[in-house]
């Protein structure tokens, strides 16, 4: 029998960070070495008592109501109070099976059309697209970080008097950059005169590297949804717990109840015995606190030296200043790679990987033009692939290795190796490989 598929989806492929996953895994099955820099995923262990809390709340089998655990929902609302300075009430929150599902979840509620910065999560557009939302783009430049022009999104949104909805993602993935004050001030300006509902992604908040992350809802709070989750500052990514946070206003109280209508309909409830375990996630205990601030510096670490490196050999990097991630640009090798019938993202993502075992994703997956010959580079599984790894990583660190040693070849083997691949790519580029 043969079966007819919605025209969306004939041409559809999984998300490109999970298709990556899945063939480096393939790959890595198979015996090959291969530098996983295509996939986000912290790596550290889960905090002990984390775990216990999820084993003590295996038998909460019944269903929870859609908007989420009352504990949790109070939990959340006072750690974002603690972390913001603004007060955030339980009626503001609503909980979801990972901050994705959440994000769906309020495109199909609102009435607006998407806009979004040119280097984006390669899921924002697709959710848009699937629901029959036009997606329009705000250019930005590598030599600003992909920064959206503030200019260009104003003459684009006052063209219209209908509502707008803007994603904005900071610490950002796919550049590692954050929106700064000065940025934001001005963003929630425009927004207040054309009309602009914004979420706010700050799923990496808490893997800022240096100055703490700055919420878009400090200065735009009547028209800011914030998003966020357990994923990256816990490491707790398959346990799929998403938060996001409502405007204090009618407003907002109606998106709520829209989205808690869709849950209802689609997930029902995030996981039980998940939500309880995260009371915990979200208590502030010290321990906890410092965990996550570990492992923060870690990625701060790892992330700032990959950089360095690749500057070094000159390729142009944004500049990572949370999370993992960095986009690199191959603009300043664009002669050399034509000879070599590379003229896109795609194609030097595609030959990073059969020719140098370097797994990355095009620039274009994240909204940049494909003829921009970037690549969005995560540095979250380089030397941490297997739960051991990661550990003795963590183990290494916290034995108080000084931070020029931490680096070295001896705990990040990896990476160095990784490094020399590129080092060697630059080298053919420049005519002087061996």
């Not at 509620?109 to 959710?127: E, F, I, M, R, T």
Request: net charge negative; proline share 5%.
């Amino acid at each position: 029998m043969d079966f007819e598929i919605g025209e969306y989806f004939r041409a559809r492929t999984p998300s490109a960070t999970l298709h990556i996953n899945e063939r480096v895994a393939t790959l890595w099955a198979a015996g090959e070495t291969v530098y996983h820099l295509g996939f986000g995923e912290s790596r550290f262990p889960v905090h002990p008592r984390l775990k216990e809390a999820l084993a003590a709340s295996a038998g909460e089998k019944s269903y929870l109501p859609a908007r989420g655990l009352p504990a949790l929902r109070e939990a959340v609302a006072g750690y974002y109070t603690r972390e913001s300075g603004q007060t955030v009430r339980p009626d503001q929150v609503i909980i979801g099976p990972g901050s994705k599902a959440l994000i769906f979840a309020l495109q199909m509620a609102l009435k607006a059309d998407l806009y979004l910065p040119a280097a984006s999560w390669v899921s924002y557009a697709p959710q848009a697209e699937m629901l029959g939302k036009t997606v329009h783009g705000i250019p930005g430049r590598v030599e600003d970080d992909y920064v959206p022009d503030l200019a260009a999104f104003e003459v684009s949104v006052a063209a219209t008097d209908a509502q707008k909805l803007l994603i904005i993602n900071s610490p950002s993935n796919p550049t590692g950059r954050m929106l700064d004050e000065d940025f934001l001030q001005a963003l929630a300006s425009l927004c207040r005169r054309h009309n602009v509902v914004v979420l706010s992604d700050e799923i990496y908040a808490r893997l800022s590297h240096d100055e703490p992350a700055i919420s878009m809802a400090r200065y735009y709070p009547e028209g800011t949804f914030t998003l966020g989750g357990l994923s990256k500052h816990l490491s707790l990514g398959g346990w799929r717990l998403g938060v996001a946070i409502a405007p204090s206003s009618p407003g907002g109280e109606r998106v709520l109840a829209a989205m808690e209508a869709i849950a209802s309909e689609i997930w029902s409830t995030a996981s039980a015995p998940v939500q309880h375990a995260a009371v915990l996630a979200f208590s502030g205990e010290q321990d906890i606190e410092a965990y996550i601030d570990v492992c923060r510096r870690i990625h701060a670490l790892r992330t700032g030296f990959f950089a360095d490196r690749l500057q070094t050999l000159g390729i142009r990097c944004t500049r990572p200043q949370g999370g993992f991630y960095v986009t690199a640009s191959f603009e300043e090798f664009s002669q050399a790679l034509a000879t070599r019938n590379i003229d896109t993202s795609d194609t030097l993502a595609g030959h990073l990987l059969d020719v140098y075992r370097i797994a990355a994703l095009p620039g274009s997956a994240f909204g940049i033009p494909e003829s921009e010959l970037s690549l969005r580079l995560a540095t979250s599984y380089l030397d941490m692939e297997t739960d051991d790894a990661a550990a003795r990583v963590l183990e290494a660190f916290t034995a108080g290795t000084p931070a020029e040693a931490f680096m070295t070849e001896q705990i990040h083997p990896r990476t160095h190796g990784c490094l020399r691949a590129f080092e060697h790519f630059v080298a053919e580029l420049s005519g002087s490989a061996d």
